[in-house]
């Protein structure tokens, strides 16, 4: 009991650390638009190799409403009720989610630090891919791009531009960090009751 109510406590105040970096956003000058936070989604990475993926994409989901309620606004650009479902499940609910299912290369990668760089590289693709769909079957149909690309190309560019700097910059920290944090990476921290 006093093992589960630390994992609660302890992942209530990862998702928090998460939702605060998240407000502190840059736009790199190659980007087309997004922001990219200082590894705001790397406090759910931790969650989910302290304990396990199942626990890792429900403080994803967790967070992932967080950033809807803190993402209203752009909800309140959506016309229609199907649009309204796109935005809220593609650029929030799964694109969030997806992040917990970071720790699910430990398995396969027999080097810990690689398997959680692989985790967040493939978790943070797939938010990427959700952030794409979003491009191109809601906010091209709500915002034609002033460009002229074709909508696919644009999605990529926009998503890519700040997506591909929120990887390196977490793969990097993440990377870094596991050496001198390794006990906490392992949930080694920890005293069993």
Same mark, same amino acid.
């Given at each position: 009991?006093?093992?589960?109510?630390?994992?609660?406590?302890?992942? %209530?105040?990862?998702? %928090?650390?998460?939702?605060?970096?998240?407000?502190?956003?840059?736009?790199?000058?190659?980007?087309?638009?997004?922001?990219?936070?200082?590894?705001?989604?790397?406090?759910?990475?931790?969650?989910?190799?302290?304990?396990?993926?199942?626990?890792?994409?429900? &403080?994803?989901?967790?967070?992932?409403?967080?950033?809807?309620?803190?993402?209203?606004?752009?909800?309140?650009?959506?016309?229609?009720?199907?649009?309204? %479902?796109?935005?809220?499940?593609?650029?929030?609910?799964?694109?969030?989610?997806?992040?917990?299912? &970071?720790?699910?290369?430990?398995?396969?990668?027999?080097?810990?630090?690689?398997? +959680?760089?692989?985790?967040?590289?493939?978790?943070?693709?797939?938010?990427?891919?959700?952030?794409?769909?979003?491009?191109?079957?809601?906010?091209?149909?709500?915002?034609?791009?002033?460009?002229?690309?074709?909508? %696919?190309?644009?999605?990529?560019?926009?998503?890519?531009?700040?997506?591909?700097?929120?990887?390196?910059?977490?793969?990097?920290?993440?990377?870094?960090?596991?050496?001198?944090?390794?006990?906490?990476?392992?949930?080694?921290? +920890?005293?069993?009751?």
């Amino acid at each position: 009991m006093k093992t589960k109510l630390r994992q609660l406590a302890e992942s %209530a105040i990862l998702v %928090a650390i998460g939702t605060v970096l998240s407000l502190f956003t840059f736009q790199g000058p190659w980007a087309l638009g997004g922001g990219i936070t200082v590894c705001s989604m790397l406090p759910l990475v931790m969650i989910a190799q302290r304990h396990g993926t199942k626990w890792g994409v429900l &403080s994803a989901l967790v967070y992932s409403v967080l950033q809807l309620l803190l993402g209203m606004n752009n909800v309140q650009y959506a016309p229609t009720a199907l649009s309204v %479902a796109g935005i809220i499940v593609f650029d929030y609910i799964l694109a969030f989610t997806v992040i917990g299912f &970071s720790a699910s290369f430990n398995s396969i990668v027999k080097d810990r630090r690689k398997a +959680i760089v692989l985790g967040i590289v493939v978790t943070f693709f797939g938010r990427f891919l959700c952030h794409f769909i979003s491009g191109v079957i809601v906010w091209e149909a709500l915002f034609p791009n002033e460009l002229g690309w074709a909508p %696919a190309v644009w999605s990529l560019a926009y998503n890519g531009s700040y997506m591909l700097p929120e990887i390196i910059i977490t793969c990097v920290v993440a990377y870094m960090t596991y050496t001198p944090l390794k006990r906490y990476w392992l949930g080694e921290d +920890i005293v069993k009751a």
